[in-house]
């Protein structure tokens, strides 16, 4: 049975004053339109604006202070799918530490590339993160290297704490803390340093609905590991969490809920949209599950106030231009239909002009005569356009029907 006080508030507020001076205190803000759109007041902890983009670098770099001058020299190996790479990569240089990560080759390429920028070598292997740290484990012991843990660790948790200190100073009145749960470091460590002063604030913890593995340790009574999914939150899709974390969560946490990779890409689009703030699907979820989620604290009627981790930023452009689309489509301001039109001279003309006098703005358009599907004497036009709405959108397709045309 691991020691359920491995981890202490002394531990958390130790922490701080050993990282004080190398990692950023993040802000805390107000979110005037979430608080309307949710109806409480919700405020965001902003560890999406540490230096690499992460809260992963407070633990990383309270691990790495207390490294010993053999260890040192040695250098240090970490298993990550990104931000724990680069918390150890960038904290590692700082101290004149060799570095060596180990990542699952299909981590997005911004992390990967933001590692080896901040000098570590990276080292790609197939499968996921559970594959990763299997490899990172063989070669510390091969090299004689130290290995970081990314979340199994007393020393990472009680940094990843440290914001949890932050939260309660920032936003005193504080209901309930949302954060996002991979392998449980942050929030074994969060948990801790606000249930140790605060009982009575209520911690929810949110998972990726693909990879849940913290709700089936919890079933399980133990940690067990999990079928690796592909999922949008890369940075919590963990096959199996920590003994560290479970043992804290077990103790601190009262919910523990999921999220869809639909609903988190709403987040993303969210906050991209009404706070001007990039997350990464791993930031994004506890918001998701704010949004979509009923979440009861217990011992209390009202929920008046919550503070919402966006634990990371670091998320692939192309995958952000893909949320991007799909969720202008999911609210209505992008439309995308294809219609069947008379294969003569004129047909096109006519129904673009039909969508462009319903005041919708075309931005593509696709005219195809080939589709077996199709009669002869047909063809299919498919149109992309932006519009203000799912009313908008119904409209448009009302005035091409009454056209004389066949939405498909």
């Known amino acids: 049975m691991v020691d359920l006080k491995a981890v202490t508030l002394a531990d958390i507020e130790s922490a701080r ?12 803000t107000f979110s005037r339109l979430l608080s309307e759109s949710t109806g409480v007041n919700v405020y965001l902890k902003l560890e999406n604006l540490q230096l690499t983009g992460s809260f992963k670098e407070r633990g990383a770099c309270n691990r790495l202070l207390q490294l010993g001058p053999d260890e040192r020299q040695r250098g240090v190996i970490a298993a990550s799918a990104g931000n724990h790479a680069q918390g150890v990569a960038y904290h590692a240089r700082g101290l004149g530490v060799p570095a060596t990560i180990v990542m699952p080759h299909r981590s997005p390429l911004v992390k990967v590339s933001q590692t080896r920028a901040l000098g570590a070598a990276v080292e790609l292997v197939g499968g996921g993160y ?4 299997d490899a990172a484990t063989r070669l510390a012991a091969a090299r004689n290297l130290t290995l970081i843990h990314g979340f199994d660790d007393p020393q990472v948790i009680a940094g990843q704490g440290t914001i949890g200190l932050e939260i309660l100073e920032q936003v005193p009145d504080v209901d309930a803390v949302l954060i996002a749960v991979g392998g449980g470091g942050l929030i074994a460590g969060v948990a801790t340093a606000i249930k140790e002063q605060r009982p009575g604030v209520a911690i929810w913890g949110v998972q990726s609905e693909a990879m849940p593995a913290m709700r089936a340790a919890r079933q399980e009574g133990q940690p067990v590991r999990i079928e690796a999914v592909r999922t949008i939150a890369d940075g919590i899709a963990v096959g199996r969490v920590g003994v560290l974390p479970f043992e804290a969560t077990r103790r601190y946490v009262d919910e523990l809920v999921t999220v869809d990779d639909e609903e988190i890409a709403e987040a993303i689009l969210s906050l991209l949209e009404k706070e001007k703030l990039v997350a990464e699907g791993a930031g994004a979820a506890p918001l998701a599950a704010l949004i979509h989620r009923d979440l009861p604290i217990p011992g209390k009627t009202v929920i008046k106030t919550v503070v919402v981790v966006i634990g990371g930023g670091n998320i692939d452009v192309n995958l952000l231009s893909r949320i991007i689309d799909r969720g202008l489509v999911k609210s209505g301001r992008i439309m995308r239909v294809r219609v069947m039109v008379p294969d003569l001279p004129g047909s096109l003309a006519r129904i673009l002009a039909i969508v462009a006098a319903a005041e919708a703005n075309i931005l593509d358009v696709d005219h195809d005569r080939a589709p077996a599907r199709l009669e002869f004497g047909q ?8 519009t203000r709405g799912f009313d908008h959108v119904t409209a448009i397709l009302d005035a091409i029907r009454a056209g004389g045309f066949v939405v498909q």
């Open 130 to 133: 559970d594959e990763a740290f």
């Open 17 to 28: 004053a050993r990282i004080a001076d190398r990692v950023r205190v993040s802000p805390c």
């Open 379 to 386: 063809a299919s036009v498919g149109i992309v356009a932006e």
